[in-house]
């Protein structure tokens, strides 16, 4: 694993040719006023920056064939049933506690029913029922087995 190209596709096909041709230089004149205010295609008009960066991401983590097969093998062994598209739609809840809270970058640890507040209207309106957990800390699923009772096991935890 020394670069990323082992785990993911290149960038680009492309190749930097070993000699320069100046013969084949283009030279496209262009009107300055045309690139200060692009038109961008409808699709893109409401489009936020994190939106453009997310695609960007997810482009250039694209895994190569080797990985993905690896990736693949490693979803059917953990997940079940054994495929990540079965579980589609999903919230994932990230929830980070013991080293933000005593390096004080937290001034407290939030419960996992402030989380589930942000989305738990969206999510039924939505029909999502699975949720995926990501903790260090053990006593949030322990929390979530009793915040699903009070809603009446609506939620369905996704396990690796």
């Avoid at 070993?18 to 699709?43: E, G, M, Q, V």
């Avoid at 049933?81 to 809840?93: D, E, K």
């Avoid at 738990?120 to 260090?136: G, K, P």
Wanted: aromatic fraction near 14%; proline fraction near 7%; hydrophobic fraction near 35%.
């Amino acid at each position: 694993f020394g670069t990323p190209d082992c785990l993911f596709l290149p960038i680009s096909n492309c190749s930097i040719p070993s000699k320069k041709d100046d013969n084949r230089t283009i030279d496209i004149p262009a009107n300055i006023d045309h690139w200060i205010k692009p038109i961008h295609p409808p699709i893109f008009q409401n489009r936020s920056f994190n939106w453009f960066r997310s695609q960007l991401l997810f482009y250039l983590m694209r895994y190569n064939p080797t990985t993905l097969t690896r990736v693949q093998h490693k979803v059917a062994e953990y997940f079940h049933p054994p495929s990540i598209n079965v579980h589609r739609p999903y919230v994932a809840v990230f929830v980070r506690r013991s080293d933000k809270v005593s390096t004080k970058e937290m001034l407290q640890a939030y419960s996992l029913e402030q989380y589930f507040n942000l989305f738990d209207v969206d999510a039924h309106r939505a029909n999502i029922t699975n949720v995926y957990i990501n903790s260090e800390d053990e006593n949030v699923f322990n929390e979530f087995n009793q915040l699903n009772k009070n809603k009446n096991g609506y939620y369905k935890l996704m396990s690796i």
